[in-house]
């Protein structure tokens, strides 16, 4: 068995999903918490070159990376070649494939293991969903006191395996639903062939698209202040964005940095009014209004050293001087597969005319791969239900 070391921290979100990958894949790893220890986390950042996040996981002493190029390596099916594993089953037949793991997909899979439907989850890009690179959650019912996201996911997780879900760690690749039983290519393991499918691929992150941003991620560039937050202690850092997401990550890592600079392209902001009142009372940060970032400054040895700025009313640059920049702008629907298979509208968004169906017959959908307007955790785990249910309805329509 290969020699994995996972250096992490506690709350953060990426390092449990490597480790779960991990622990999914049979393997057993020693892990380092670099906030615990100084001298380990001065010895992580030598031995990764200077990423200035975490997970960071080697193989037999060579640097794989973080989650990201862990999960990478799993849906390309290189990482069961680097791990020596052996060989899975090229075809899986199933009554009902769930693709995502987020709060839509997991409600969906609980329904229908309880339905004896023994659902297969494809986890997809991002195990866990938006929730999971959540911090405190307090507006899903039955929790009083507010719930880290993780936590939430880990629970609804645990709940859809006690009833009887399979999951797969991978990610579709390529579909065809003209086709009966339905096909799924996965990236990782294999082809699933099924009689349903629910949809509930969820939304990523949205890119600024400038210059520097993708050649400095973990190197100063971050979509994740709960993860990377420590790295900047006592250091300026901008938050660019104007919703819920980017005041919590605001507020989040303004517990270690010495300033927090918010970037917003409007003259307002879009989160609610207990996440404005917060950031409004947070001394450490200010506020930037109608700018954008159009180019992060920095290098990979020296990290992120500043942005250029543009003011959207007056045309006007300047450069800002920041070690930390922390993106984000929105969420964009995980719905490419799905192009010329599905109708959707002008932004990617699957369309449902009679919800939860879609037009191609026993396809279903929920969460944010259909909706961009409310998209809440308590909406996308009734849209689940609803998915669910459909297709328990439409399974009993086929056996009859």
Not at 231 to 252: I, M, T
Not at 315 to 325: A, D, I, M, T, W
Request: net charge negative; aromatic share 8%.
């Amino acid at each position: 068995m290969p020699n994995i070391e996972v250096y992490s921290k506690k709350d953060c979100p990426f390092c449990h999903k490597a480790k779960e990958l991990l622990r999914e894949k049979g393997q057993e790893f020693t892990e380092t918490d670099v906030e615990k220890d100084p001298q380990k986390l001065k010895e992580m950042l030598e031995r990764s070159q200077g990423r200035k996040t975490v997970p960071e996981i080697f193989v037999d002493g060579e640097l794989i990376g973080g989650f990201d190029e862990l999960r990478d390596l799993a849906n390309s099916g290189k990482l069961d070649q680097l791990l020596s594993l052996q060989e899975k089953p090229k075809e899986i037949k199933t009554k009902l494939v769930i693709l995502g793991s987020g709060t839509a997909g997991l409600t969906a899979a609980i329904y229908a293991a309880r339905a004896t439907l023994k659902p297969i989850v494809v986890e997809g890009r991002d195990p866990g969903g938006q929730l999971f690179t959540t911090t405190l959650v307090e507006n899903y019912p039955g929790f009083p006191d507010g719930v880290q996201g993780p936590e939430l996911m880990e629970k609804m997780r645990a709940q859809a395996e006690r009833f009887g879900t399979t999951f797969i760690t991978a990610e579709a690749s390529s579909v065809n639903l003209s086709r009966r039983p339905l096909f799924i290519g996965l990236s990782d393991c294999c082809d699933l062939l099924t009689d349903a499918l629910i949809v509930a691929t969820g939304a990523s992150p949205r890119e600024l698209g400038v210059k520097g941003e993708r050649e400095l991620r973990g190197y100063g560039v971050s979509t994740c202040a709960t993860c990377d937050g420590p790295f900047f202690k006592d250091k300026e850092v901008v938050v660019v964005g104007g919703g819920d997401s980017a005041l919590e990550e605001a507020l989040s890592v303004s517990k270690f940095a010495a300033k927090v600079a918010v970037i917003h392209r409007r003259d307002k902001l879009r989160a609610s009014r207990i996440m404005q009142e917060r950031a409004f009372n947070n001394k450490k940060i200010s506020f930037i209004w109608d700018t954008e970032v159009k180019e992060i400054y920095g290098s990979q040895k020296n990290g992120a050293s500043g942005v250029k700025l543009v003011n959207r009313r007056t045309g006007e640059e300047k450069e800002f001087s920041c070690e930390g920049v922390f993106v984000a702008i929105g969420h964009e629907p995980n719905t490419a597969v799905f192009k010329g298979q599905l109708e959707m509208d002008e932004h990617g968004y699957i369309a449902s005319k009679e919800f939860p169906r879609t037009s191609v017959e026993g396809v279903f959908v929920g969460g944010d791969a259909f909706d961009h307007r409310f998209r809440q955790a308590v909406t996308a785990a009734g849209d689940g239900c609803k998915a669910a249910l459909a297709a328990e309805h439409y399974l009993e329509g086929l056996s009859s």
